[in-house]
């Protein structure tokens, strides 16, 4: 699958020490093995000349006070909790000049300025890769998808809890509003 760098971005979702590091609170396995092919595709994208976005999950300590229902710390106790090591994206991922966006959602286009700096710079298709398949990644993805951008999930850059977890984000957005590749098969021209 080839790509215009110049209309391609990709889109690093959320590899953080909060969820990459043996330390982080909400590690996952597959979160950290994925640090590399990342780099990789970081790597190969940079030298293309195609944009890198990173995205950041960074909740405030009072975030979720008062809310009806949405509570994160609730359903995965507390995580990247603003100013905190967890919020960093992992050393083994230098971020440079690469556009660095914090949400507080799932979503990384909510309340956020990745639309408005992905429009700012002309870019159509995403190349999604990063972490929780199921979670993050997969509502970023459609997210995408409903915006009219082509979100490309990269599937051996893509981390998860569990393999099925995986499988599924994967072959839902191929189904309902993307694609998906892996790195190898990943081409800038």
Not at 59 to 87: A, I, K, L
Not at 94 to 122: I, M, N, Q, S, W
């Amino acid at each position: 699958m080839t790509f215009d760098p110049d209309s391609t971005a990709v889109v690093v979702v959320d590899m953080q020490n909060g969820f990459c590091h043996p330390d982080g609170s909400l590690h996952a396995p597959e979160s950290e093995a994925v640090i590399d092919p990342v780099g990789s595709l970081v790597e190969r994208a940079r030298d293309a000349g195609a944009s890198v976005v990173f995205t950041r999950d960074v909740h405030p300590p009072e975030q979720f006070e008062g809310n009806h229902y949405y509570d994160e710390f609730e359903r995965w106790g507390e995580h990247v909790v603003e100013g905190s090591w967890e919020t960093e994206i992992v050393d083994e991922l230098p971020v440079g000049d690469a556009h660095v966006v914090d949400k507080h959602t799932y979503d990384a286009f909510y309340r956020t300025d990745l639309e408005g700096h992905l429009d700012a710079h002309g870019i159509d298709d995403l190349l999604i890769c990063g972490t929780l398949a199921n979670v993050c990644v997969l509502h970023t993805a459609g997210s995408a998808g409903l915006r009219d951008y082509r979100p490309v999930l990269v599937e051996d850059a893509i981390g998860y809890l569990e393999e099925e977890h995986h499988e599924y984000a994967t072959e839902h957005a191929d189904w309902l509003f993307g694609e998906r590749v892996f790195l190898d098969d990943v081409a800038f021209d």
